[in-house]
């Protein structure tokens, strides 16, 4: 393939970084990157705004700070920086070679922001990697960077960190809300559980809740889901049917937290005078998780083959999306839900759900065994007590399993049901547990 991209390009890319004030206000997570110790490929995957790169340049001037490195060893590429549109693996090279122009030296770090719009971008990190020159950290909202295939194919090289928009935990150090031992005793409990309504409320992505304005907190939201739908998948998928696109992602909006059967809606779109096969539908399916932008849950079997016969749960990635939506029905409880898939996933951990004559929200797998039945319902009442304890029974039953919990907003208690003790636990207080 032919270079087009001009050397002058190539050095002022370089050159911005060189010339870039120290990174300021930037929120504290509970990931850190290890620049010093760690040789690996480190790549820091996960939906758009949700702190990647602030993670990697906060490291990266927390080093310099130190004294440990200086601004000339790090070069810092945005692949989404529109100058590099037709940039290929073979202008690495010249890339190179123009920072050393500028700064008469290689750069010790290579920092390669949104990574998945380098082609070929795995075999371009493993050849840098073998030359045991460069520490390397690179970013993408694209979770085929979390699939075994390149785990596999950079294997000894690689290691992935999973960054989501702020889990609670994070959101009361944002706010500066303590939640010790001893807090969630006393009357301050109070402002943990007022926390954690607005946090189901507007979710975790750090400039949403950054700011107070309710007004701006949509817009932001409503950007972020536009940019998933153009840049992440329209355009990097070269989607032809978009109004079936539309309708999937407008579906989930309002939806979520449900199953999501391909057959069922494929009949949806028929009854709205739209085309769509089933084939063309489950793909869709798969480029809205891969963009980060669903959380799919799997009816559990030991069967892979049933398992991908099976209706899927859908969950958003944030629960802030489901105030974009048109819900039809009273919706904490599905919120809850839905910060639950999602903390699952930030754990992750492998999870399914259960369906047959009951339902159970979750089964968590450990190795080849389910280990935990869960439950989540935003109250334990007289009216869905015995729904809730038979399908959690049914799944302990079915699935030979010992431990069964239910998550609610705020009751914290045990029952007895056909002789087994079922937990039940605030979901606020779950989630603070760090795993």
Partial sequence: MVNTLKDDVLRSVAAEWLERPPATNLIARDITLDLVSNAFITAIVGPRRAGKTSLMLHAA???????????????????????LQGFVPLDIDRLLTAFHQLTGQHPRYLFFDEIQHLPTWSRVLRTLHNQRRYRIVVTGSNSELLSREIATELRGRYLDILMLPFSFREYLIFHSIPFDAVTVHTPSRGRILKAFEAYLQEGGFPEVIATNDPIIKRQLLQTYYGTIFYKDILERYAIKARSVLDRMMGYALDSYAG????SAFEKMLKSAGL??????????????????FLVLVEKFSYSPRARAMNARK????????????????????RLLENMVAVELYRRKQECFFHKERQECDFILKSGTKPVLAMQVCWEMTSQ????????????????KIKDGLILTANQETERVFEGRKIKIQPAWKWALRQE
């Fill in 314 to 333: 859908a969950y958003l990635i944030d629960t802030g999306f489901a105030g974009l939506g048109v819900p039809f029905s009273e919706n904490r409880g």
């Fill in 259 to 262: 199953l999501f059967s391909i």
């Fill in 384 to 399: 869905n007590e015995a729904r809730e304890l038979k399908g959690l029974l049914e799944a302990l039953t079915k699935w």
């Fill in 61 to 83: 001037d927390a080093l310099i700070r130190s004294s440990k490195a200086h601004r000339k060893d790090f070069l810092f590429v945005d692949f989404e920086d529109y100058r």
């Fill in 275 to 292: 085309s769509g096969s089933k084939r063309t539908i489950a793909n869709y399916l798969h480029y809205l998780e891969e963009a980060f």
